[in-house]
């Protein structure tokens, strides 16, 4: 992994840790800043995923994450519930604010991601 995907998957990390840590406050939830390095780990774990199933094509596999579809979120929840097998809570908030970023990332974004 080289700096520039690294500091990506930290600032990705981020963003989604403050999503899922907005949504959880209205809800008088809070998440643990430590969450970060979990969050960083699911990332990572499933860009591993997608470039094995595109072949280590970055280009295709950037693409694909455009719009996630059944199998991939079914995967990524799957992963994401591994993580955290103790708290379903906790759980939902970062699947959700991994959703919402994924949806979100520009093409570059997507690129960076996938380097």
Known sequence: ?????????????KRVYDNANKKAETENYSIDPLTLLTIASIIIQVVKIILEWY????DKAAESIK???????????????????????KATYIYNGLINEA?????????????
């Not at 992994?1 to 990390?13: A, Q, T, Y």
């Not at 072949?55 to 970055?58: A, C, L, P, S």
């Not at 979120?73 to 994401?80: C, G, M, S, T, Y």
């Not at 949806?103 to 380097?115: H, M, Q």
């Open 1 to 13: 992994m080289n700096e520039e995907h690294s500091n990506f998957v930290k600032e990705l990390s």
């Open 55 to 58: 072949n280590n094509k970055k």
């Open 67 to 89: 719009s996630l579809g059944f199998f991939k979120k079914a995967i990524l929840w799957r992963i994401v519930k591994k993580e955290f097998k103790n708290d379903d809570r």
């Open 103 to 115: 949806s979100n990332l520009s093409e570059e974004e997507r690129l960076k991601l996938f380097n």
